[in-house]
């Protein structure tokens, strides 16, 4: 059922929220907008202004790791400035009431965890933006780090194995992260209310679990500004804003 309007909208995510005992958010890049991140899709996203650079590009290709990091370090003000908003906000109080026990987001931007979340409660299947890593054996690196390596001399490889060293983040073609898919499975398949939140469900594998909570027996709820494919089998599908959805359930 589509939401007539934005009222009746929160009332009805308001009963449902009321009803459930185990929620499991799924969040896109929607929920971020509103803290200054764009999304990619929406007019003026990122998707419009740069095409994604796949993960065997960026392995086989000094130029490409470059531009990968002159792209990410350009986006650093923007990511440094983002505080969580009132998506996130309702979110952490809804974890702090014991109505959710993890959350599951294809964010990058640690927005989660800054709102409240614990760390091992913030299932990320697109990994984390704020650290890096070597693709080779893992190292994790500080960004400060790799910002006065490039300086110097363009993208850096790890001090430990030589490989190159990347945003924590996945890329298209790079593999899925086991831990979080395997979490991310559970939670869908043990809630009875699951709310996809701020994303146009069509990346995949991330896109199937809002079906998969669905046919494991949740009420399933899409907040998104736009239609999405899978509105048709939403028990509520709520077409307004996010901030404004959410802002009733952010407490103080
Ligand atoms: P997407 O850009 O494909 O979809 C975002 C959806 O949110 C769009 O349908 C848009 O209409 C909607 N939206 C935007 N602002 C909204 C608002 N205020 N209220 C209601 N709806 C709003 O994003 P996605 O589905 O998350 O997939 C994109 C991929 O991009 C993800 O894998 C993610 O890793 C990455 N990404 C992350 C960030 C971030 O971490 N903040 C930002 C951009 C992209």
Redesign the pocket.
Known sequence: MIAKDLRSGVEQLGDMIAEASIIVPFT???????CG??????PG???TRNRPIPFDEFVASQDARDESWRRRFAMEPTFAAARPGRGHRALASLYRAGKIPAIIT????N?HQASGFRNDDVIE??GN?TYACCIGCGAAYDLSWVKQRFDEGGAPDCTDCGDPVKTA?ISFGQAMPEDAMRRATELAQHCDLFLAI??????WP?AGFPMMAKNCGARLVI????P?DQDDEADLVIR????ETLGPFAGN
């Open positions: 896109g890049a929607g929920i971020s907008t509103e991140i764009p999304d990619f899709r929406s996203g990122l998707w294809q964010n990058i931007d927005l299947l697109h933006t983040t701020g994303s146009s469900l069509v990346v991330a907040i998104n500004n736009e999405t307004f804003d996010i901030g």
